[in-house]
């Protein structure tokens, strides 16, 4: 992929979801904010960015990280927040079985030990399919594939939430619902 594409999806993912005020500019609740607003302040930021840049950016995320209005007039980034003022309202979903959450092998002793926890953001990531979380896994290090038995935590009353992405949230995961998946050559330590 084009390095001037990755720059900018990096930078996207900073402002739209942790320190919009970096470059000066607001996210509402939802995380929008107008893109007309975002050039200017980026390019006053000593970023070139333009409207074909970010429409190019936005198609192209493999991961589907960002979302441009109806209008065309806005862009947001559809999880991953740790910006306060941003609280996304995500549809409860009954949620598959089984999840699966990529980390590095120097996490898991830690996540056995205190379950999967949002941190700074607003929700824990969890991804459908074996391989996505081993992918997530390995930019940390050598990835460990953790299963969530989900549907033991949803008859316990946890929520989740399907982004427009694909990707489910949920609050927290504590440790008894976790366990080392394998397969895939991911989880073996």
Same mark, same amino acid.
Request: proline share 4%; aromatic share 6%.
């Given at each position: 992929?084009?390095?001037?594409? %990755? ?10 979801? /942790? ?16 893109? $007309?607003?975002?050039?200017?302040? $980026? ?6 960015? =333009? ?5 190019? %950016? &936005?198609?192209?995320? @493999? ?7 109806? @209008? ?6 559809? *999880?991953?927040? #740790? #910006?306060?003022?941003? *609280?996304?309202? /995500? ?6 079985? &089984?999840?699966?959450?990529? +980390?590095? +092998? ?13 941190? !700074?953001?607003?929700? %824990?990531?969890?991804? *459908?399919? *074996? ?12 990835? &460990? &594939?953790?299963?969530? =038995?989900?549907?033991?935590? $949803? ?8 982004? @427009?992405?694909?990707?489910?949230? +949920? ?9 080392? !998946? ?8």
């Amino acid at each position: 992929m084009n390095k001037r594409i %990755v720059e900018t999806s990096k930078f996207l993912s900073f402002v739209l979801r /942790h320190q919009p005020q970096a470059i000066g500019i607001d996210l509402d609740r939802e995380g929008w904010t107008d893109i $007309a607003a975002l050039l200017v302040a $980026a390019n006053e930021d000593g970023r070139r960015l =333009d409207r074909a840049l970010i429409d190019e %950016v &936005v198609q192209t995320n @493999d991961k589907g990280r960002f979302a441009i209005s109806g @209008d065309g007039l806005r862009i947001r980034a559809l *999880q991953g927040h #740790s #910006s306060a003022g941003v *609280q996304l309202t /995500h549809r409860a979903l009954a949620p598959p079985p &089984v999840l699966y959450h990529g +980390t590095a +092998t120097r996490f898991v002793a830690a996540i056995e030990r205190q379950g999967l926890r949002a941190g !700074s953001r607003h929700h %824990v990531h969890l991804s *459908q399919e *074996q391989a996505t979380a081993a992918s997530v896994g390995a930019r940390y290090g050598m990835p &460990v &594939v953790l299963r969530i =038995d989900a549907a033991a935590m $949803a008859a316990d009353g946890f929520v989740f939430y399907l982004a @427009d992405n694909g990707v489910w949230l +949920t609050e927290a995961v504590p440790p008894r619902y976790l366990s080392r !998946s394998t397969g895939a050559g991911v989880g073996a330590t």
